[in-house]
Structures are given as C-alpha cells and as structure tokens.
C-alpha cells in the first residue's frame, strides 16, 4: 500500500519568505509526528498529531512554526519569516497508536 | 547532556567483519528501545525493535541493560549492503514521540 508522502520533495526559498510543507499519512493512521533533521544530525521531534489536534508541540523553536492538521488526516507545517537556519530536512512519520511510526522520504528546505 | 548518546563515527570495516554500536540514554522513565537504519538522503527505518531479553533477527543481535541505561547492536559478518547510518532510538511511553540519538555511521568495505 502508499506510505507516507510529503511534498515538495524539495524547497529552496529566500530568507524572511512563507513556506508551507505537506505531509500525506498512511490511510487511517491517526498519529502523526513532525521531526527536523539538521546535516550529521538525528531527527528532532518538532509537533505530535493525534486525530485533528495537536497532542505535543513542545519541539517547535519558536513561534514562527505552526503546524494544522485539520480533517485529522494529511498535515501541513508552516514557516514564516524564515531563516537560514531553519534550512534542514523536515520528516513527517505517522503510525496507528503505539505501533510503529513510519517516516516518508522528507522535505529538503534550504534557505539561502 | 543529550538524551540519547551514541558512540561516534564513522566505523568503516572489511566485509566479514563484527561491529558493535553502543547507546545510552538519560531518560530511565524510557519504555521502549529501537534501532533505525538510515541510507544517505532517505528516511530512518526501523532496523529492530530492542527488548530486555536481548533479541536477534539473523545477523543483527540487539541488547538492552536498563540498569546501565545501555542499548547495543551487534551486526556479524557486514556486508557491502549494510553501509548506512545507525541510529539508537527511545520512546518514553506509548504514543510519545522518537527521542534519536545522533547515529553512527556504518562504512563496509571490500
């Protein structure tokens, strides 16, 4: 079946502009989990989804993240005003509660 | 101090050869215990899941001493095809999110 699908594969977007980034779960997980991954890094969890509400955002770094879920399905993260070092790869996982979390390929965000 | 601290890299070994990956973490409340594998520029799978018991799933050995708050993987005769990052994973409880340790990166050569 699908897995976890996020688009743009690939986004590079000048310094202070509004990107968007969306994550499509596996049908019917109701978990889904947002991570940044910086270069020689490990994943770091940013927001936690369960159904349309936001269950943990404590990860986000500050107020210029956000994060919707509204239908309790696909999930978009949002950025304003970025910054350089926003510039990483945005992970989106889901999972049915408890159970494995599985990622997709990733949004390569590079801020220049 | 990180939560999850990991042995650093990179290891780069003959095929044939045993390599081991150590981890510890902070959190001693962490209820489960997983190692990732991550090929460069994808995604984190789940290699295994890491039981108290210690658990094997063929070449791969993975142990847990919560005690120690220690979690190791043993990969027996590496292959070329099991070059990638190694990543040591905890969860504190149910739905909570991953908490990933930095990862060691796997070079196998011929």
């Known amino acids: 079946g699908a897995g976890v699908s996020q688009t743009p594969s690939n986004k590079v977007t000048e310094k202070g502009k509004y990107v968007e980034l969306r994550c499509d779960p596996i049908s019917g997980h109701t978990a889904l989990y947002w991570y940044r991954q910086s270069l020689g890094q490990g994943p770091e969890f940013l927001i936690y989804f369960q159904g349309t509400g936001a269950a943990d955002d404590s990860g986000l770094p500050n107020d210029r993240f956000f994060a919707v879920r509204p239908e309790g399905s696909v999930s978009t993260l949002k950025i304003q005003r970025t910054e350089r070092g926003d510039s990483a790869v945005y992970l989106c996982?889901?999972?049915?509660?408890?159970?494995?979390?599985?990622f997709g390929p990733g949004t390569r965000l590079t801020v220049t | 101090r990180k939560e999850v601290e990991q042995d650093p890299g990179p290891f780069n070994v003959p095929e044939g050869a045993t390599v081991a990956f150590n981890c510890t973490y902070s959190n001693s409340a962490s209820q489960s215990f997983f190692w990732y594998r991550q090929d460069c520029r994808k995604e984190p799978k789940l290699l295994m899941s890491?039981?108290?018991s210690g658990n094997e799933d063929g070449r791969f050995t993975a142990q847990l001493n919560r005690a120690s708050q220690y979690i190791s993987l043993l990969i027996r005769d590496s292959k070329l095809s099991d070059s990638a990052t190694y990543l040591c994973v905890v969860r504190n409880s149910g739905n909570t999110p991953l908490v990933f340790g930095k990862g060691t990166r796997l070079s196998v050569i011929a």
């Open positions: 996982a889901s999972s049915l509660p408890g159970n494995e979390q599985y």
């Open positions: 890491v039981y108290s």
